[in-house]
């Protein structure tokens, strides 16, 4: 599905992290076959949001996975999505970043975005962790974000709906998602497209 051509002002725009910039899911899958055995398992199994829906594996031990992979040590392991450093790093330098992240706390994924942006000032990136996908539009409208990229199409549709643009970040979990009128982005160097970025020599 193709989507309609558009040119976001990075003043209005702001990011989820999980599954946007860091590749969580790498982990996840990473742990899944080297603590617990699950060789065969790749991030293209992840084929729903819901992981209990899709992964034939007991949920005691999804929710283990779960949590080791958002855990301190695990976080910090996390890789970046291909070409989000280069891009956050590029538009810092102009806009200060903003992520809005349902995980109930901020701490270890701020300092994951310290480590993963070295070069970007500290003051430059603020995170809030909304504890919940659903409260994400209520906190985005409070910092007059106009734009927001998330994986989640669920969320995607709710911010629609309370006018915030939303931008579905294509990923194994929400490939097959079939929502007319969510505009998708299949990577990063497909976000650049459409964002005005200030110095135009590095577009
Ligand atoms: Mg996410």
Redesign the pocket.
Known sequence: MSSPPLFIDPCGLAF?????VADTMEVFVTLARERFGFEHISKDDISCYNIYKCLQIEKDVLDELVCLTMDDEHTMQIPPMPGAPEFLTEMAGAHPLRFVTARIWSESITEWLYQTLPEVPRDRISVIASGAPEKKSEILKELDVRYFV???TETCLQLKESGIQPLLFIQPWNRNDSYDGLIRVENWAGLKECVLLPNPKLR
């Open positions: 989820d992290i999980d599954g946007v998330d994986d989640r």
